[in-house]
């Protein structure tokens, strides 16, 4: 947990199709981060061996393309509109993936208990996938950054943060509000896109961390998410929004 793997993929279009050629390097970040104004000056005495969560940023549908080509190969906490994708639904159903329906009230208590289930699946049985989890629930420019929802942090146990770093010449990831085909037909004409993924090292609760931010939510797991978030914008420099502007 005391890496972080930065892989860069160059997307070409080749005669109409699209070629990713990925190079992977890992390296140590013990002076690069430190969590001690956040988790306590003896945070790294804890070693934590790989969590059963996943959180990343969101920027695209691309996000999740790229997550299934890691070598996490995780199931995916969802929107309950994926399972009406053709081919893509089979695929999300058949690693496991919880999904949830954000305005049923019901469906947001179930994907709670389904994500409770797969943490101690994993801590049974560590060869179980894990969860990735993109806490701010909906998709975001890569500049700023939504308060998390509690979901990921509702077990408060440790947490991979990820963080995905896209740049595109002339099309953006993040064009979402362009429909799906078309965008992904401009994201291929493009001449490269290039991915950075930065593995941060595990986050996990703390008294110190408890009690230094308490002022950042009132409940355990909404000071733990808060503070996650606060990570991520201080490590990457993010702004952090309430909400998407319309």
């Given at each position: 947990?005391?890496?972080?793997?930065?892989?860069?993929?160059?997307?070409?279009?080749?005669?109409?199709?699209?070629?990713?050629?990925?190079?992977?390097?890992?390296?140590?970040?013990n002076?690069?981060?430190?969590?001690?104004?956040?988790?306590?000056?003896?945070?790294?005495?804890?070693?934590?061996?790989?969590?059963?969560?996943?959180?990343?940023?969101?920027m695209?549908?691309?996000?999740?393309?790229?997550?299934?080509?890691?070598?996490?190969?995780?199931?995916?906490?969802?929107?309950?509109?994926?399972?009406?994708?053709?081919?893509?639904?089979?695929?999300?159903?058949?690693?496991?993936?919880?999904?949830?329906?954000?305005?049923?009230?019901?469906?947001?208590?179930?994907?709670?208990?389904?994500?409770?289930?797969?943490?101690?699946?994993?801590?049974?049985?560590?060869?179980?996938?894990?969860?990735?989890?993109?806490?701010?629930?909906?998709?975001?420019?890569?500049?700023?950054m939504?308060?998390?929802?509690?979901?990921?942090?509702e077990?408060?146990?440790?947490?991979?943060?990820?963080?995905?770093?896209?740049?595109?010449?002339?099309?953006?990831?993040?064009?979402?509000t362009?429909?799906?085909?078309?965008?992904?037909?401009i994201?291929?004409?493009?001449?490269?896109?290039?991915?950075?993924?930065?593995?941060?090292?595990?986050?996990?609760?703390?008294?110190?961390?408890?009690?230094?931010?308490?002022?950042?939510?009132?409940?355990?797991?909404?000071?733990?998410?808060?503070?996650?978030?606060?990570?991520?914008?201080?490590?990457?420099?993010?702004?952090?929004?309430?909400?998407?502007?319309?």
């Amino acid at each position: 947990c005391n890496e972080t793997a930065t892989t860069e993929i160059y997307t070409r279009s080749i005669v109409g199709s699209v070629r990713c050629v990925q190079e992977t390097g890992i390296t140590n970040i013990n002076d690069d981060i430190d969590y001690s104004p956040w988790l306590g000056p003896n945070w790294k005495t804890n070693k934590i061996a790989k969590p059963a969560i996943i959180i990343c940023n969101h920027m695209s549908w691309t996000d999740i393309l790229t997550a299934m080509t890691t070598d996490e190969f995780p199931a995916f906490v969802s929107s309950s509109h994926v399972k009406k994708i053709p081919l893509v639904n089979s695929v999300a159903e058949a690693i496991g993936s919880v999904f949830v329906n954000r305005e049923d009230t019901n469906s947001r208590t179930n994907a709670l208990e389904a994500i409770k289930t797969r943490v101690e699946c994993f801590n049974a049985n560590p060869n179980y996938p894990q969860l990735w989890i993109f806490p701010e629930g909906c998709t975001t420019n890569g500049k700023h950054m939504l308060r998390f929802k509690r979901g990921a942090f509702e077990t408060e146990t440790p947490v991979q943060p990820i963080y995905l770093e896209y740049y595109s010449p002339f099309c953006s990831v993040s064009y979402d509000t362009i429909p799906s085909i078309p965008h992904f037909l401009i994201m291929g004409c493009q001449p490269f896109t290039i991915l950075k993924i930065h593995r941060l090292p595990a986050i996990f609760p703390t008294e110190f961390m408890l009690e230094k931010y308490k002022e950042f939510g009132k409940t355990k797991s909404e000071i733990y998410a808060e503070v996650a978030r606060d990570i991520y914008c201080t490590t990457f420099g993010l702004k952090k929004i309430k909400s998407i502007p319309s």
